[in-house]
């Protein structure tokens, strides 16, 4: 089992900056590909980004695109969401999840292991 917990979210103004942590334990998170989702009030959850297991690869939701960062670091049993220019509708809950397979998917079904979220809210 992996355990999933999430951090770094707040109130940020418009065009401003929060980065989120992700710390796993239970298992070594080296094997996983892993992603940021997001939801916000009665909306679906969507995909934001994933990162492969080594780093090598990363993909973005288009709305995100050249905004937000993810990253990880094996070592210490991270990942992280980096974002920038934030928007109002960037507003949401953002939940990081692990997904056993090497390779990105971007499949909400496709993660087995989820955090409990944290809170972001930009405001105009």
């Known amino acids: ?8 979210g707040g109130l940020v103004q418009a065009g401003g900056s929060l980065r989120l942590s992700c710390a796993a334990s239970g298992r070594t998170i080296s094997s996983y590909a892993m ?5 916000a009030p009665g909306k679906e959850r969507e995909f934001v980004a994933a990162i492969s297991w080594n780093g090598g690869n990363t993909y973005y939701a ?8 993810i ?10 969401l980096q974002m920038n220019s934030l928007k109002p509708e960037d507003t949401a809950v953002y939940y990081c999840a692990a997904h056993y397979e090497f390779r990105i998917v971007t499949a909400r079904s496709e993660y087995a292991y989820w955090g ?5 809210t930009v405001s105009s």
């Open 1 to 8: 089992q992996v355990q999933l917990v999430e951090s770094g």
């Open 35 to 39: 992603a940021w989702f997001r939801q």
């Open 62 to 69: 288009d709305s995100v695109k050249g905004r937000f960062t």
């Open 71 to 80: 990253s990880r670091d094996n070592a210490k049993n991270t990942v992280s």
């Open 116 to 120: 409990q979220g944290t809170q972001v």
